[in-house]
């Protein structure tokens, strides 16, 4: 719960310190005291989206902090383990407005970010009002606020979980369709193209083989002539012949050279080894340089085959055959696409069984937590006097998605016989101050260790039924803590902590302040209330018995 709040030089509040207690805390003062502004200070280290321009006047920054007891089971304990912070009986909040509108935030003086303040404030406090701002009029937010009631998390994470399935079966068997749709349009051409690939049959690097075929052919009559002579000057007639005489020569005489004659004759032989090779590689040119005509033809045609079919599908001669396999694999999408859409058929089935049994659970779910919201409402509306009202939560179906198949909508009908319809349509401004309060009750009943903060919620009533909502809320805070801002009296004479909000002028400024009542101070403040401006002696009696009844 809330125990304290500190804040400083924030709109028209310089420094002010609030201690605030277990039980029914209540609020009061004149109208323009400042009262609003406790909460939009409060909203503001809770991370809430208010007003842009926060700090007093001629100060450079504001800051309010907020320190709450935090009991060891208590929801804010799973926000704070997912941010990395550690927090025992006491959780205090800090943030900083400065005057060029920057925000900065502390945990137990670990700085945070706006986000995860405002998640840590859902489970600390819930503020309403007469003009509820968390959703309670908007049609668009019941089906949650129904859900929330009735703990259907699992059932709803089940539920998306199969709407997602389902969505990608459905997904894939429209893309397969797609895809085949596409095949079948060129079905013509594509096994064309593929019958005239796999007929070339063309091998990766055939064409710069075939190119260098076509070239030596085309030179080898130019060529060949020299090569011959060249083959007969090294051969018997030529340089072969003549080593050979030289080595027999010098061989005759070796013995009488008295070995001067060693060496030149191992060159020579070196040399005849280098010059057979030379005739080995001059003939083996010769012999490829020997081709029938009809071969230049062959390779030609071969050559330029290939290369009318590249670019003919606008690739390059070595892609040829990947880019018949890349039509293959189009075709087999249609040859094969009957079996491929049978199972992805098979798959859009089961998940969408899978999404109808899901839905319907959740549906059946919903609709028996209807009844005992609409129980439990009826429940809370008989002592706030209006026994006669209906509150009806009416579950419609909608188009699939992935929360289900239904639409909630709150709705009233203030005495027996009449028009149901929308809380904001149907209820007088009394009235839907006490449908919210009980719709409140009944929807955060579940919630341990909230502190519920309830903004003029008694606004258009009076009399026995103010008294009615104020014993009410008086009951609600016996469990926990509430802070009601009230102009009503007969709520103020149930609070077990009574504030007035003051606002104080000088020459150049003006304040607000609050200050905590003691018993004779709440008793003049409560005959204010009732009277106005003069305190009577009979308003002081009335407010008195107000506080004793």
């Known amino acids: 719960m809330l125990r304290g709040l500190d804040i400083r030089d924030m709109l028209i509040i310089d420094r002010l310190e609030l201690a605030f207690q277990p039980g029914l805390n209540v609020l009061t003062g004149e109208t323009g005291a400042g009262k609003s502004i406790l909460l939009d200070a409060l909203g503001f280290v809770l991370g809430w989206r208010g007003r842009a321009e926060l700090v007093r006047q001629g100060a450079d920054q504001g800051e309010v902090t907020a320190w709450f007891e935090l009991p060891a089971d208590h929801a804010a304990h799973a926000v704070l383990d997912e941010a990395g912070i550690t ?27 706006g986000e995860v303040l405002r998640a840590l404030s859902d489970t600390l406090v ?22 929330n009631y009735a ?87 030529g340089a072969e012949g003549m080593i050979n005489d030289a080595s027999r ?68 001669p070595d892609d040829l055959r990947d880019f018949a396999d890349t039509l293959r694999a189009r075709l087999n999408v249609l040859d ?26 959740l549906s059946a779910k919903r609709a028996k937590a209807a009844k005992a919201l609409d129980k439990a409402m009826a429940q809370e509306l008989a002592p706030l006097k209006m026994e006669r009202a209906v509150f ?31 809380l904001n349509k149907i209820a007088s401004g009394g009235e839907l101050s006490r449908f919210l309060l009980a719709l409140k009750v009944c929807l955060t009943q579940a919630s341990s260790g909230l502190t519920m903060i309830f903004d003029e919620i008694d606004r258009g009533v009076g ?35 009574h504030w007035r909000v003051e606002k104080r002028q ?22 204010r209330m009732l009277s106005g401006d003069t305190i009577t002696d009979a308003a002081r009696a009335a407010a008195k018995a107000l506080i004793e009844a």
């Open 249 to 316: 020569w010098l061989q005759g005489v070796g013995d009488q050279a008295q070995g001067q004659l060693d060496e030149p004759l191992a060159a020579i032989e070196q040399a005849m080894v280098a010059l057979d090779e030379a005739q080995r590689g001059v003939e083996s040119c010769l012999h490829a340089l020997t081709f029938n005509p009809a071969e230049l033809e062959d390779v030609e045609e071969r050559l330029f085959a290939i290369r009318g079919l590249a670019r003919k599908h606008g690739v390059l």
């Open 126 to 147: 819930e503020l309403h009002g007469q003009h509820d701002d968390r959703g309670l009029l908007n049609p668009r937010g019941h089906r949650q606020m129904l859900d």
């Open 336 to 361: 094969d696409g009957a079996g491929a859409l049978q199972a992805l058929l098979s798959d859009v089935k089961v998940a969408q069984a899978d999404y109808d049994r899901a839905s319907a659970d």
């Open 506 to 527: 000088a020459k150049d400024t003006t304040i607000s302040t609050v200050v905590p009542l003691d018993q004779d101070a709440r008793i003049d403040e409560i005959a």
């Open 463 to 497: 009399g026995a039924t103010a008294d009615a909502v104020g014993r009410r809320l008086a009951e609600l805070a016996a469990g926990g803590q509430v802070l009601v801002v009230t102009h009503s009296p007969q709520v103020a004479a149930l609070g077990g902590h």
């Open 392 to 422: 009806s939560t009416t579950i419609a179906q909608a188009e699939a998605g992935p929360d289900g198949r239904d639409t909630v909508a709150f709705t009233v009908a203030t005495n027996p016989g009449a028009p149901a319809g929308p």
């Open 151 to 237: 703990g259907l998390d699992p059932d709803i994470a089940a539920t998306r979980s199969a709407w997602r399935r389902l969505a990608d079966a459905q997904k894939a068997l429209a893309a397969a369709q797609a895809q085949i749709a596409d095949v079948q349009a060129e079905e013509d051409y594509l096994r064309h193209a593929v019958a005239e690939l796999d007929a070339l049959a063309h091998e990766a690097g055939e064409e710069a083989t075939l190119d260098t075929q076509r070239r030596l052919m085309q030179a080898s009559e130019k060529i060949r002539a020299d090569i011959s002579r060249a083959a007969e000057a090294l051969g018997l007639q």
């Open 87 to 113: 927090a025992e009986d006491e959780l205090i909040l800090r943030r900083i407005n400065t005057r060029d509108g920057r925000k900065t935030a502390w945990i137990n003086d670990r700085r945070v970010s």
